[in-house]
């Protein structure tokens, strides 16, 4: 049994990348992004119960409002705050993996 070769017409090179293309490309190699701890931070079941209930009550406040504004509060992009249209400001710092809410969520 014969193999059977292309007989059409020769492929086209693939297209060059747009230079600005590739400078983007590169610059996003080189931005520093802050990783997702590699480990459960949390194991107590209470504090994890917490969690998920300030997340619920967070996603009802926000969950259809616009997001505003974004920002890095340190150097080492650890520290980091969003504010919502109504206010609403959520400031996050992955190193003591804390978070505050401002105005406060309602006590559960």
Do not use: C
């Amino acid at each position: 049994m014969k193999a059977s070769t292309w007989s059409g017409p020769p492929r086209a090179p693939a297209p060059a990348r747009p230079a600005r293309l590739a400078s983007a490309a590169a610059l996003l190699k080189q931005t520093p992004r802050a990783a997702p701890p590699r480990t459960p931070p949390f194991t107590d079941p209470a504090q994890i119960l917490k969690l998920e209930k300030d997340a619920l009550a967070l996603q009802e406040r926000v969950g259809l409002l616009e997001m505003t504004n974004h920002e890095f509060l340190d150097k080492n992009f650890r520290v980091e705050r969003t504010t919502f249209s109504d206010g609403t400001t959520v400031t996050v710092d992955w190193d003591k993996m804390s978070y505050d809410v401002n105005p406060p969520l309602p006590a559960q």
